[in-house]
């Protein structure tokens, strides 16, 4: 699954540390989602989008299979 968070990061100049930190992960997950290597789970991508602000569906690409 593609996202925006690497974008997000740095538009609101974000460290990964401090984006891992304040959605209870470490800064090798944010690394593997940046890397499309890991899918988020529900509750991490609501984490996540409600860190920036956003909706899920401004935050993630869920393409169809």
Request: aromatic content about 8%.
């Amino acid at each position: 699954m593609q996202n925006h968070i690497r974008d997000l990061r740095k538009e609101h100049a974000v460290t990964q540390d401090e984006l891992a930190g304040a959605v209870g992960v470490t800064r090798q997950t944010i690394i593997s989602l940046e890397n499309g290597k890991y899918n988020a789970s529900l509750q991490l991508a609501h984490k996540i989008a409600k860190y920036f602000s956003l909706r899920i569906e401004d935050v993630f690409i869920f393409e169809e299979a």
